[in-house]
């Protein structure tokens, strides 16, 4: 997964927004952005089902066909886990650009820090490290917890059972569908 296209291609997206949707004088965006990425994990969370210890339907909604009520359409296949990842993916790091920009942090030294951050964030469970994320997401503005968000949420990825590829094609595919959203006023 090449990191360092998915910032800039979320930079140009909040570029896009700040446009679009200018700031209030005093506004708090960062901890929009905070509640944001919490809303965003939490429905990941709710896609992946594990959690629901009293359910009997407990596998991930990983396949969901889409059809056309007109017919006019082919059936679509997607991926809701997928796309909840990387819902919260686009969170992530919109987060590291505010914080790289707030701190001055130099985008290939955060990129090599939040890589080597991965390496040794690993929990045991998919249930932990949703709880991990949470934890370091809501600890943001106490301390620097940004790499260790990064790198538990990369885990989640992999602990999710999705590829480096399949994470880098839905973001970019969502990146192009947020784009057009504010293109079309939503």
Not at 21 to 30: I, L, N, S
Not at 98 to 120: A, C, H, N, P
Not at 154 to 180: P, R, S, V
């Amino acid at each position: 997964m090449d990191l360092a296209k998915l910032f800039n291609m979320q930079r140009d997206l909040m570029e896009h927004i700040e446009k679009e949707h200018p700031p209030e004088p005093g506004e708090d965006r960062f901890n929009k952005r905070v509640l944001a990425l919490l809303v965003e994990v939490g429905e990941c969370a709710n896609e992946w089902r594990g959690f629901k210890f009293w359910s009997k339907d407990q596998k991930p909604r990983t396949r969901l066909i889409d059809k056309d009520p007109h017919g006019q359409c082919a059936p679509i296949e997607t991926n809701p886990l997928l796309e909840e990842y990387v819902d919260g993916l686009h969170c992530v790091i919109d987060l590291g650009i505010v914080l790289s920009d707030e701190f001055y942090w130099d985008l290939e030294v955060l990129i090599k820090d939040i890589t080597q951050e991965k390496l040794v964030q690993k929990e045991e469970n998919i249930t932990d490290t949703f709880t991990l994320i949470f934890y370091h997401a809501a600890m943001m503005r106490h301390d620097d917890y940004y790499g260790q968000l990064f790198g538990a949420y990369l885990n989640l990825g992999e602990m999710l059972g999705f590829t480096w590829e399949q994470i880098e094609q839905a973001y970019m595919a969502k990146n192009a569908i947020n784009h057009h959203r504010l293109e079309s006023g939503y």
